[in-house]
């Protein structure tokens, strides 16, 4: 065996980033995230790892999102003993993040049981308790950027700054293949996430260049976004605030807790400041975020474009919220506030009772300010779904949506383009992950069109494992595609809508079709041929 790597997540589909590298001295772990998207996607998060979680020797940890550190404690309560090796930014941030997690899954399990029991069904457990998120806290190890660390035999790593939000990392690596010792080594390159050019709080991503392998994000990989500076995307900002507010009803703003919206915060603080907004009602109704704000202002030294002469975070509109009971009162508020809560996909959290309360009004609007992953409720309200459900229920959707790229954490098509072919050259595979097929199959197309050999891209599938060649001096031919002896998914389950999905729809469809019936003959009729159609399968 020389080096292998194996893709456990991020792999046709943006979430769960997990990727195995085992070397002749032992295996480890570059991310452990959790599956976001379809109800068929997150049971992955349910199900046993697909490797010894004990044999693993250490993690390196690109970043605090929960799709690259959230099941980091289901792999401490398996029986993971590690270091897990972060910059210390990541390292604070999941100090809250981890914790409100296991809070986030008994919550959400204890209303999924209630229901169960109702049915007749056995409970579920959830994925990690707050008691495995503590553990998974006591094995971080804070690095520095630009620093060469040796987490274990025959591995050295560093830390680059990737630009994504506060402590995101690329990891390059150099593993020492079998019989060698102190000579020739594999280097590769994990991008992590990439944040765009001029990102707000952060400097534009660093990494270098003439590796071995690339194993690099494409979660943009097929989309080009309009380039707005500060400036452009605060007169932006305040145009969406001010026509929500004038519609007589609230803004939402589903909140990715960790960069986005502290992001939106310092906006908003120079917008009101300035003048350009009236003071308005800001709510800020996410535990984890309010949490997530307070380590920013820690590193406050560490970030860029911040205000001068005013805190954004310490505004006296800003009102932030922490018991249940005080995100109750919320509700009860019917225009003129800014009611941001977690999450930013609107796939858990307290955003859906928001929604819940108020997408059936036709003064609300609901901003979204991120990438929203197939089969999540913010995917569908995205797509223009007219009745969507909710706990259980339906809800029409009467709400305004509106989408605002400026806030993404990503870089687009165009700069990932530039931020690959700044690591040229690559000796050997450009491995793309993090993405959805469509993004991967439009970025193969364009990092061809910029001169780059398509026969050296490969596109892994889920559980995917490929044997790594050694350093060559002369360009080598690209591995063999990777194997997949035991996927967990299909390829087809990735990054698309399923079952859990149409079957809501149906549910939709059935209840509209018996609504505009005229008579009760008729519904009859109609729930006549769905029996029918049942007893016929």
Known sequence: MTVELGFYGAAGTVTGSCFRLATPAGAFLIDCGMFQGTKTVKELNYQGFPFDPAALEFVLLTHAHIDHAGLLPKLVAAGFKG????TTATCDLLQFVLPDSANVQASEVERLNR????????????IYSAEDADHTLDRLRPVDYDAWIEPGAGVSARFWNAGHMLGSASVELAVEEAGTTGGDRTRLLFSGDIGPGHKLFHPDPAAPSGIDHLICESTYGARDRVRLDVAERREVLRDEVQTAIDRGGNLLIPAFAVERTQEILVDLAALFVSGAL?????????PLAARATAVFAKHAHELENMPRGVDPFTLRNLKITETVEQSKAIGRIRGGAIIMAGSGMCDAGRIRHHLKAHLWRSDCTVLLTGFQAVGTMGRLLQEGRKVVRIHGEETAVAARIRTLDGYSGHADSAELIDWVTGRLPVGGTI???????????AMVERLGAAGLAIDRISCPELDSVVDLAGPREAPRAPPAPPAVPHPRLPKEAMGREDWHNDYAQLAIDIHDALDRLADERARNALLRRLRRALSER
Do not use: W
């Open 83 to 86: 270091p897990i090796y972060a």
């Open 115 to 126: 229901r169960r029991r109702q049915r007749g069904q056995e409970p579920v457990t959830p």
């Open 278 to 286: 009236k003071s308005i009602p800001v709510f800020l109704d996410s």
């Open 431 to 441: 491995f793309l992950v993090h993405g959805e097929d469509d993004a991967r199959s």
